[in-house]
C-alpha cells in the first residue's frame, strides 16, 4: 500500500507543499450544505493525515443560534455521513474539534465583525489571529459586503512583500453569470486585496486526476511527442451526472449547464489537456499558459453556434431502472423552461499545435452514468497494407484519460487475433489508481485547501482566466439569443443527450466515445 503522505509529493513540489505556518481558517456559511459536506471533512482529513499546520483554528460563522459545542457535533456527523471513509476516531476528534469553533453572526452587520476580530485576537498567539484564511462558502452575492466589512474592520489587509502575517479570501464558484458580473466582482475583491490574495475554486482543480493530466503530459515523452495535430484527430471531454436537478431547480433556472459546467470544469479541463508546457510549475507560469489557451479558442459567431454548439433539456425517463421526472416538472423549474441541462460543442483552438483539431466538449444530467474522462483520438493509419484490407476492422488509436469515478487511464491500439487469418481487434493497456495506489484518492477539497493555507495558487482560477471563460460562455449566450428550445433539442433521461449531439459530431465523420460505467 503506497504511503499516503507521498500523494501530495509531486516530484519537484515537495518543498514548501506543507501548510506549515500558524493559522485560522474563518468559514463564512458554517451552517450551510458546503461547510458540513465537504469543508469540515476536508479538515478533519488533513488533520489526521498529519497535514494542517502545527496550529490551526476553525471558526464558523453564520446567523443561526448555536453553541460551539453544538456546531462541533454537528460537524462531527457530517464526516460521519459524508466523508470519504464516514468514520471519526474518538480521541482524533477530540484534539482536533478542540480547535473549532462558531461564531454567530450576520455578515452584514459591523458589529459582528467587531466580535469576530475580538474573538481572533483572543487566541493569543499572534499569527494565528493575523494569518487568516477567509473561506466565503455564501451566496456571491454577499462576497463584496463580507470583503468590505472585513477591510472596515482591519481583518483583511492589502500583503505587502514581507510582511509577517497574510490574509487570503477563498471564493466558490458560481463567479459571476457574464462577463460582466464576474469583472464587477473582481473589482470589488480586489478593492482590499492583491490578486496573489484571491483564491477562486474550482473543484475539478483539486482532483487528483485531473492534477495528474498536466503531470502525464509533461513527464512522458511518448505522449509529448504525439501531443499535437500531426498525431491527434480530436479530442472529447465528457463530464455526464447521472442525476436530475433535484432540489436546485430554483438555482439552475438561473444558471443553467453553459454557465454551470461548461464555464469552469469543462475549459478548466480543456485548458489543463491543450495549454503549452509553462516555463515552471509556479503558479503563475501555469495559469499564464491556461490563459494563452482559453485565448486561442476561436471566437463564436451566433452562425457558429448554431452550428457548433447543442443544448438539450430533459424529459422524463429512467436513470438506472429509476423513473425520473422531466426538467419542467422539477421543484421550483418554470414548466416552459428553456432553461438547458445538456450542453455539446465543438471548438477549435486556433495556434500553432492545434490549428484544425476539433475539441468535442459535452456535459449534461441525467445521463446514462456518472463520468469524466478526456478522450484522445489519434490519426490513422495510411489506408495500405492491413488498413486497406477490406475484413479488417482497424481502430485508431486512442487514449482515455478517465477522471472519474473509477480514475485512470487506457489505450487502445490494435492487435492481431491468435491464428492463422490476419485479423485485428481492438484491445486495451489499462492503468487502474486504486490498483496501483490502492483505495486513496483524497477529496478535492483537502487539496484546495491545504493549498489555500499554504499559499500557493496553482488549483485556483486567475481573474483573467474566469474572464476569458465568461467571454466564451458570453458568445454562444448570444448565438442563443431567446429562441425557444425546438424538439430536437429535448432527450429522454437516461439517454446520452439529443441526437443533434450525435450529429455535431456525424457530420466530421466521428462518434462520441461512451464512458465506461463504474467498476467495469
Ligand atoms: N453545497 C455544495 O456542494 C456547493 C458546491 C459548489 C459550490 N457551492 C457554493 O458554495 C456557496 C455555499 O453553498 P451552500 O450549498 O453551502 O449554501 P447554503 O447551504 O444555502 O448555505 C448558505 C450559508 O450562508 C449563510 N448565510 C446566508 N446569509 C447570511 C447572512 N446574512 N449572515 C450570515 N450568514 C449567512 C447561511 O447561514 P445562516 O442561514 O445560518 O445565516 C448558510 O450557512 C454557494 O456560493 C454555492 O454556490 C456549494
Redesign the pocket.
Known amino acids: 500500500m503506497v504511503d499516503k503522505a507521498k500523494i501530495y509529493q509531486i516530484p519537484g513540489l515537495e518543498d514548501g507543499r506543507k501548510a506549515d505556518e500558524p493559522c485560522t481558517i474563518v468559514i ?8 458540513v ?2 469543508l469540515i471533512p476536508a479538515l478533519y482529513h488533513l488533520y489526521i493525515d498529519g497535514q494542517m499546520p502545527e496550529s490551526f483554528r476553525v471558526v464558523g ?4 443560534k448555536k453553541t460551539d459545542e453544538s456546531w462541533r457535533e454537528e460537524m462531527r456527523a457530517g464526516i460521519e455521513k459524508y466523508s470519504r471513509t464516514c468514520n471519526v476516531n474518538d480521541s482524533q476528534w477530540q484534539s482536533f474539534s478542540e480547535n473549532l469553533c462558531y461564531h454567530c ?4 452587520d459591523a458589529v459582528a465583525y467587531d466580535a469576530l476580530a475580538g474573538r481572533l485576537a483572543k487566541f493569543g498567539d499572534s499569527q494565528l489571529s493575523r494569518n487568516l484564511v477567509f473561506y466565503l ?4 452575492s ?1 462576497f463584496g459586503e463580507v470583503v468590505d466589512q472585513l477591510h472596515t474592520n482591519k481583518l483583511l489587509k492589502r500583503y505587502e512583500e514581507g510582511a509577517a502575517q497574510w490574509q487570503r479570501v477563498v471564493v ?3 463567479f459571476g453569470h457574464d462577463l460582466k458580473s464576474a469583472q464587477l466582482l473582481n473589482n470589488h475583491l480586489i478593492r482590499h486585496a492583491r490578486e496573489r490574495q484571491v483564491f477562486r475554486i474550482d ?1 475539478y482543480l483539486g482532483k487528483e486526476t485531473v492534477q495528474n493530466i498536466m503531470m502525464f503530459r509533461f513527464s512522458n515523452a511518448i505522449f509529448e511527442q504525439l501531443w499535437n495535430r500531426e498525431a491527434i484527430d480530436h479530442i472529447q471531454i465528457t463530464v455526464s451526472e447521472d442525476i436530475g436537478v433535484g432540489s436546485r431547480g430554483g438555482y439552475f433556472e438561473e444558471v443553467g449547464t453553459l454557465r454551470d459546467m461548461m464555464q469552469n470544469h469543462l475549459l478548466q479541463i480543456m485548458s489543463l489537456v491543450a495549454m503549452e508546457p509553462p516555463p515552471s510549475l509556479e503558479a503563475e507560469d501555469i495559469r499564464n499558459e491556461k490563459v494563452k489557451l482559453l485565448k486561442s479558442i476561436r471566437k463564436m459567431t451566433p452562425e457558429m453556434v448554431s452550428k457548433n454548439v447543442v443544448r438539450g433539456q430533459y424529459f422524463a425517463g429512467t436513470v438506472n431502472e429509476d423513473a425520473r421526472n422531466g426538467y419542467r416538472q422539477e421543484e421550483r423549474v418554470d414548466p416552459e423552461s428553456n432553461i438547458e441541462t445538456f450542453v455539446a460543442m465543438k471548438l477549435f483552438v486556433d495556434n500553432w499545435r492545434w490549428s484544425d483539431v476539433p475539441f468535442y466538449l459535452r456535459t449534461g444530467k441525467n445521463l446514462p452514468h456518472r463520468a469524466s474522462e478526456v478522450r484522445v483520438q489519434f490519426r490513422p493509419t495510411p489506408n495500405v497494407l492491413f488498413a486497406a484490407q477490406d475484413n479488417l476492422d482497424l481502430h485508431a488509436n486512442a487514449l482515455t484519460l478517465r477522471l472519474q469515478p473509477d480514475e485512470g487511464i487506457s489505450l487502445r491500439f490494435n492487435g492481431k487475433v491468435p491464428g492463422n487469418s490476419i485479423q485485428t481487434r481492438p484491445v486495451r493497456m489499462n492503468f487502474g489508481y486504486d490498483a496501483e495506489f490502492g483505495a486513496y484518492t483524497p477529496e478535492a477539497y483537502e487539496r484546495l485547501l491545504l493549498e489555500a493555507m499554504a499559499g500557493d495558487a496553482t488549483l485556483f482560477i486567475r481573474r483573467d482566466e474566469v474572464e476569458t471563460a465568461w467571454q466564451i460562455v458570453d458568445s454562444i449566450r448570444e448565438g442563443w439569443g431567446e429562441i425557444p428550445l425546438s424538439n430536437r433539442e429535448f432527450y429522454a433521461a437516461g439517454t446520452w443527450g439529443p441526437v443533434a449531439a450525435d450529429d455535431l459530431l456525424k457530420v466530421d465523420n466521428h462518434l462520441w466515445h461512451t464512458p465506461v460505467p463504474a467498476n467495469k
Not at 460563522?61 to 443561526?64: E, H, I, L, P, V
Not at 453572526?105 to 452584514?108: E, N, R, V, Y
Not at 462558502?137 to 456571491?140: E, L, Q, T, Y
Request: aromatic share 8%.
Open positions: 463564512f456559511g458554517a451552517s450551510g450544505d458546503l461547510t459536506r465537504k460563522f453564520a446567523r443561526r453572526g450576520d455578515l452584514t462558502a455564501i451566496s456571491p454577499l466558490e464558484k458560481p473543484h
